[in-house]
């Protein structure tokens, strides 16, 4: 290794200053202590040396490091691992760098981000499932501790500027309004800049974007899509820093919100890939397999897992389906591949500066195993998921020529999530099965690693990058930062295997957990419970019933032999094992529900509003996310509106939701409107005929919902000063989330629109009257 420009981990201390005002700082402990000012007995300031100003700075020779984290994408699907999905950049690096295919995530998005951010467990963080499901258990919280400070803190505070860029999603849900508090925000949790999305996932077309802690609108340029803005800002904050202080390393975090569904993406990309899935999911994963041992991905004896029960075979669906199933992998591939490219954009932009070789790459094909959250048709909206809605394939074919498009909303069927995760059966959400948690690594640094082109197999795991990264850097970990003791984090760095393939690997115990599948890796073996698929969302079996497999996963590379009853006693260890790690670490008790885990009153979490029954808003309050605003969902509601209209006023009082569900009350050429927008799939409109006068006006929407039940309709009526103008019928309603990323907004629809018939977007849907104040009460 190439380590001239490098120093010891061993030196915690670092002496800073010249001559007799020469002092040592603790790295340990962060922030380095400022020291003593020196004391002067000089009367005339001319005959005394000036003493040195204080001021943190990195190890000398400290590399930058850039953390690529794509989303939802599997071991099995891009090129560097035997995937069909092109994936130039990450051909690029791995061939001048090193690849790891047995490096782990823990099946889930927000636990993933939230261990490679810290080093620690994800349940240490409180993070055992998204956000959006966090309970009143210790880890699963969804409220990140002091305890476990991320290292963009620990790298920021040693003297490196910090930078994150796209998904988030580690934010507490009922802290993220703007009366925050901010603590678990990107600029509050180590990073300098942030700009990007809170949430779990964003409309790519019309994304929730925030600069720090305050929302911006995005360029309205032809062909805007997220990916390209992010990577923009990314290049000219990286430009900008190293101008500025070219002698000053830089951590950036860029997280794309790709490949996560919405699967959103300019046509011409899809259409690189026409025709080329038409051979459907089962050939696929039988080339894949066979390109993975040509390359040495995998062992030549490595047998393909049989698909899961559930999933048909691609020769059994009819010819419909298969068109249709077809077109939504085009999309994916051609989403991922766009996203490869953006990241390419990046790495150019740090070779024109000159900065590629002491720069490490890290470049994670994965926070989890493909997404089988489409069910076993796909979605065009991906809401429907999450509303236990399920879309039909007759409904879905009129819409495959704007799939990935502005006017939809997408996930593809989990038949493309199981190839796209070979050689194994299981996917995104299956924390016991490599499927689930199995991604492919590329690191690349040219000063740091002496091989090209190699693969790495010694275990690994996603708390690991971490502690890698401190070492590559010459910092300690510290034991206590910003006045808080640290809990000692449980990864292992990786730096002993960049130059040594045969090194014995250093992370030998390992548990996974993920809503009740679980699973722990000791010493090459592998017990596990298969608790459910990532389709069924009910009700499950009782967590008593599960029964435990073994694996040999040093010779059994996809999980196929079950060895369970040759060795019971080695399962009754292991499930002790487990055990006492899940006590060690919070993941008791096992929470195995899930999408009802959305609601915070089922799932136990602080709602932001609590018992309130009503909610006073002012003109200007827009963009409040979904889980800091007054939940109407299944009960009945009122909308009191103190208004001043003109004649023809015309936009948006107040709205929730956007294209893909939601509810708007607004008003068009001067008569009060509700709709009522159920998924996308149906509009419900409660209209007043005629214009009311110009002047002072209340308008009030009531609706009485019918009870009896989740997603029920209702009537609904409008009046304005006290005299009903509308009555109408609302069929049904979403019963547990109208989206991830769309907000409710007064006197304007921010990002999609509820009602197409006044506009996209916040000045085409702007009020044109006076918004005095609403109010929103349920019952």
């Known amino acids: ?29 962060l922030p380095i202590a400022e020291p003593d000012p020196p004391k002067f007995k000089e009367l005339d300031v001319r005959n005394v040396e000036t003493p040195p100003l204080f001021s943190v700075k990195a190890p000398e020779g400290a590399p930058n490091v850039i953390i690529v984290l794509i989303d939802d994408v599997g071991f099995g699907a891009t090129t560097p691992f035997g995937g069909p999905i092109n994936t130039p950049t990450m051909d690029r690096l ?30 240490q963080t409180n993070t055992g499932s998204i956000m959006e499901t966090a309970t009143a258990f210790p880890g699963n919280t969804g409220k990140i501790p002091n305890r476990v400070a991320p290292v963009a803190e620990m790298m920021r505070l040693n003297g490196y500027s910090t930078g994150a860029f796209g998904k988030w999603h580690e934010t507490a849900a009922w802290e993220t309004s703007v009366s925050g508090p901010f603590d678990r925000w990107p600029t509050h949790s180590g990073f300098d800049k942030f700009y990007g999305f809170i949430g779990g996932e964003t409309d790519q077309w019309y994304p929730l974007v925030y600069d720090g802690v305050t929302r911006v609108n995005p360029p309205h ?22 101008s500025m202080t070219p002698d000053k390393p830089f951590y950036m975090y860029f997280a794309t919100g790709a490949v996560h569904a919405p699967h959103h993406v300019p046509k011409e990309w899809a259409d690189k890939y026409k025709g080329k899935f038409d051979k459907g999911w089962d050939q696929i994963r039988t080339e894949t397999v066979a390109k993975q041992k040509e390359m040495g991905i995998i062992p030549e004896t490595t047998q393909l897992a049989d698909r899961p029960e559930d999933l048909s075979a691609w020769e059994d669906l009819p010819a419909d389906h ?47 195993g493909t997404s089988a959250e489409g069910g076993f048709i796909g979605m065009y909206n991906e809401m429907t998921y999450f509303n236990q809605v399920v879309e039909k394939v007759e409904d879905l074919m009129p819409r495959l020529d704007e799939w990935g498009g502005e006017y939809t909303f997408p996930h593809m069927s989990a038949g493309w999530a199981v190839a796209f995760d070979a050689p194994f059966k299981w996917t995104k959400q299956v924390a016991s099965d490599f499927g689930g948690t199995r991604n492919g690594m590329i690191v690349h640094w040219p000063d ?15 708390i690991d990058i971490a502690p890698t990264i401190l070492e590559a850097a010459s910092l300690p970990e510290p034991t206590s930062v910003n006045g808080t003791v640290q809990e000692p984090m449980a990864g292992t760095s990786l730096m002993f295997s960049l130059n040594d393939a045969d090194a014995p690997e250093q992370h030998t ?56 009853d040759q060795y019971p006693e080695r399962v009754a260890a292991m499930e002790a094992t487990f055990m006492a790690e899940a006590e060690k670490y919070n993941v008791l008790p096992i929470d195995d529900r899930s999408v009802e885990r959305v609601n915070p009153a089922i799932a136990g979490r602080p709602d932001l509003l609590g018992d ?11 963009g409040m996310l979904e889980n800091v605003f007054m939940n109407s969902k299944n009960r009945s509601k009122s909308i009191t509106a103190d208004v001043e209209v003109d004649k023809g006023t015309t936009g948006v009082i107040l709205t929730q939701g956007g294209r893909f569900g939601g509810w708007s009350l607004y008003m068009k050429d001067g008569r009060p409107i509700y709709t009522y927008n159920f998924l996308g799939l149906e509009r419900f409109t409660v209209a007043a005929e005629k214009p009311i006068p110009p002047g002072p006006a209340t308008i009030v929407m009531n609706f009485d919902y019918d009870g009896g039940g989740l997603g029920k309709g209702g009537d609904a009526t409008i009046s304005v000063n006290g005299k009903e103008v509308a009555s109408g019928r609302i ?49």
């Open 1 to 29: 290794m190439k380590t001239a420009k490098r120093l010891l981990l061993s030196i915690s201390f670092l002496t800073v200053g010249v001559g007799a005002h020469a002092f040592e700082v603790d790295r340990t402990h």
């Open 94 to 123: 791995a061939e001048g760098g090193l690849r790891y295919n047995n490096f782990h995530t823990t099946a889930l998005c927000s636990p993933t981000r939230n261990a490679l951010k810290t080093g620690r467990n994800h349940h």
């Open 221 to 242: 340029v032809p062909g805007y899509h997220f990916t390209d803005d992010m990577t923009d800002q990314a290049i000219g904050w990286m430009k900008a820093q190293q």
């Open 322 to 368: 298969r068109k249709l199933f077809a077109r939504q992998a085009e999309v994916f591939a051609g989403f991922m591949e766009h996203t490869d490219v953006n990241v390419g954009r990046l790495v150019d932009a740090v070779e024109d500066i000159g900065e590629l070789d002491n720069t490490i790459i890290i470049y994670i094909a994965g926070d989890n």
């Open 448 to 462: 740091g690693i002496e091989s090209q082109g190699e693969i790495r197999s010694q275990f690994s795991h996603v």
């Open 509 to 564: 115990l390992q548990y996974f957990e993920m809503f009740g599948n679980r699973a722990l890796y000791q010493d090459g073996w592998f017990a596990r419970v298969l608790h459910r698929a990532p389709w069924q969302t009910g009700k499950q079996k009782p967590l008593e019933d599960d029964v435990w497999e073994l694996y040999n996963a040093k010779e059994d590379f996809s999980l196929v032999n079950n060895l369970a």
């Open 612 to 622: 309130r029954k009503s909610l006073t808003l002012y003109d200007g309050m827009n």
């Open 731 to 779: 069929g049904r309603t979403q019963p547990l989330i109208f989206s991830a990323d769309e907000t409710a907004d007064v006197g304007l629809d921010n990002q999609t629109p509820v009602a197409e018939d006044i506009g996209v977007g916040p000045t085409e849907t702007r009020f044109t009257g006076t918004i005095n104040k609403v109010v929103i009460a349920v019952d």
